[in-house]
């Protein structure tokens, strides 16, 4: 008798399920694992209706696990309504995207967060969406991961995947390059006062010479006028197109210097000018960085990618090593590294899509994740997979404030 009741009752649940998809607010009441998210948006009853009257959206749900984390922090009892809500509409994508859609070569999915106290990513700040083996990993600021636990959730405005912790923010460029541990290039930004510069400004791209880069000519760079200093790091940027790894191809862009830079895109390594991409597509509130191995010279335009390279190749001739460490001076130390965004290795393992159409695609917003699009690019995340651990995805929430010893 028992069984027989359980068997009809399941059937009779299957039938309902089948007949109607639920909207956002009866799926979450009735998903025992997002009861954690009821309970933030009971609380914030206008972001929850706002919430619940999207439509064709991908909503990105932190399970009670990531919300858990996030509270243990504190870090949502000082919050405002505005953080809360920039940091919820970090989670939702304007399309619907199944899990069927996500490839192995990452896209970089813009989000409703265009708020410009939160971004300057002008066609709203992206998140990257990646198939790394059976799983569904999202990459947000500082390279945290977060991965999908439970995909394809149909809801009435769209589909919702469960993920694992709160997705990061991404920081303005100095606070992300000093916890990135790149402190010579956030010390070589303040030097020439083109930090606040950098960190308010919208759809750039960022060669970031790690740290090795910037010793290899640190005794050439400590006798640089702050002029030459300057003509340097602005021939590290490109204003008004974010070039993700995955829309970078052969070509030459133009700088914020006074010459182009060449991007050569070989098997799986992307070089610019003689520097070689060490790793990319670390996040920031303006667009994208990718941190390089040696410092680009724009009295060396013609320097050339050297694929054999295992370390980085001066691109200034007869440059003398030395610290550079009087750079600096003044900034502030970070208390926590991420080992996802340390340049230690020379493996920027990521599936590049080649490209013929010029040195960076069109459109600085990213793309969608489509489906059918699956490149064949290596997944492989040596070197730069983060530490996903809830208690450092929350202190970076909002930039990374709290990890950063003397602001
Ligand atoms: C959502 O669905 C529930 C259950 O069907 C219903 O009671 C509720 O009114 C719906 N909410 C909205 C905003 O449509
Ligand atoms: C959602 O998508 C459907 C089907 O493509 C379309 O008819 C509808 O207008 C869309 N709604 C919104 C709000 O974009
Ligand atoms: C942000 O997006 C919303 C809806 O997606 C839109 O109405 C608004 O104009 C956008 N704001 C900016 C500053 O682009
Ligand atoms: C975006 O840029 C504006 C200046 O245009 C700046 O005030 C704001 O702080 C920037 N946002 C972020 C997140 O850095
Ligand atoms: C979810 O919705 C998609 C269309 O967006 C549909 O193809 C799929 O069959 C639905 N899944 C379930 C379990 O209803
Ligand atoms: C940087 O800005 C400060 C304050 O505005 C100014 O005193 C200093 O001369 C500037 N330095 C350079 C290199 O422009
Ligand atoms: C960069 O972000 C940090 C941390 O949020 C903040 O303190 C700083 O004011 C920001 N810089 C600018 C120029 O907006
Ligand atoms: C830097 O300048 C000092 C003083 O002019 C000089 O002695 C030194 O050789 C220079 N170093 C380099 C690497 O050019
Ligand atoms: C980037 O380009 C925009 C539009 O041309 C311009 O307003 C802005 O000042 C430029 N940014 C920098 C840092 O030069
Ligand atoms: C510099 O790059 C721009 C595209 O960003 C291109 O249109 C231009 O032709 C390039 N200039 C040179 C000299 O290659
Ligand atoms: C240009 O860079 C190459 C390395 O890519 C280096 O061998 C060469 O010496 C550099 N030339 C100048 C003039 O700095
Ligand atoms: C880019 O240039 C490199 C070196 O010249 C070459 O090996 C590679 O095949 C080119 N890629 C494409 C997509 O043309």
């Known amino acids: 008798m ?7 009752a399941s059937t009779l649940l299957a039938i309902v399920s089948a007949q109607t998809t639920p909207n956002l607010t009866a799926l979450i009441a009735d998903t025992p694992s997002l009861s954690g ?3 933030i948006l009971e609380a914030y009853p206008n972001i929850a209706t706002d919430l619940a009257s999207a439509e064709n959206v991908t909503i990105f749900a932190p399970n009670n696990a990531a919300i858990t984390a996030l509270m243990s922090t504190g870090a949502l009892d000082e919050a405002t309504e505005a953080q809360v809500a920039a940091i919820l509409n970090y989670h939702v994508v304007p399309a619907v995207v199944p899990s069927s859609a996500i490839a192995e070569t990452p896209t970089f999915a813009p989000t409703l967060l265009n708020d410009t106290a939160y971004t300057n990513v002008t066609d709203g700040q992206v998140v990257e969406v990646a198939l790394d083996g ?3 990993v999202l990459t947000s600021g500082f390279k945290l991961t977060a991965t999908v636990v439970q995909a394809d959730v149909n809801f009435t405005g769209g589909v919702v995947h469960i993920i694992d912790s709160v997705l990061s923010v991404p920081a303005n460029v100095s606070t992300t390059a000093i916890g990135a541990g790149l402190t010579i290039l956030a010390g070589a930004l303040q030097a020439t006062n083109l930090t606040d510069t950098l960190d308010t400004a919208s759809d750039i791209t960022i060669f970031a010479p790690s740290n090795l880069a910037f010793a290899a000519i640190g005794g050439t760079a400590a006798n640089l006028t702050t002029a030459q200093l300057t003509d340097i790091l602005s021939y590290h940027v490109i204003n008004g197109t974010i070039a993700y790894s995955s829309s970078l191809g052969n070509g030459s862009v133009a700088t914020l210097g006074r010459d182009n830079v060449t ?4 098997d799986g390594a992307v070089f610019v000018n003689g520097a070689r991409v060490i790793n990319a ?6 667009g994208v960085m990718h941190v390089i191995d040696s410092v680009l010279n724009p009295a060396n335009a013609t320097a050339e990618a050297d694929p054999s390279a295992t370390t980085g190749v001066a691109q200034f001739s007869g440059a003398v090593s030395g610290s550079s460490i009087a ?6 130390t970070a208390t926590t590294t991420y080992s996802g965004l340390t340049a230690t290795t020379d493996d920027v393992a990521q599936g590049y899509e080649t490209q013929t159409g010029g040195a960076v695609g069109t459109g600085a917003g990213g793309s969608q994740p489509t489906g059918g699009s699956g490149g064949s690019g290596s997944s492989s995340s040596s070197g730069m997979a983060a530490l996903p651990t809830g208690a450092i995805g929350a202190a970076a929430l909002f930039g990374g404030v709290a990890l950063l010893a003397s602001f």
């Open 134 to 136: 059976e799983d569904v």
């Open 281 to 286: 597509d670390v996040l920031v509130a303006g």
């Open 327 to 332: 750079l600096t001076t003044g900034l502030p």
């Open 2 to 8: 028992y069984a027989t009741k359980t068997f009809v």
């Open 263 to 266: 991007i050569t895109v070989t």
């Open 37 to 39: 998210l009821g309970s």
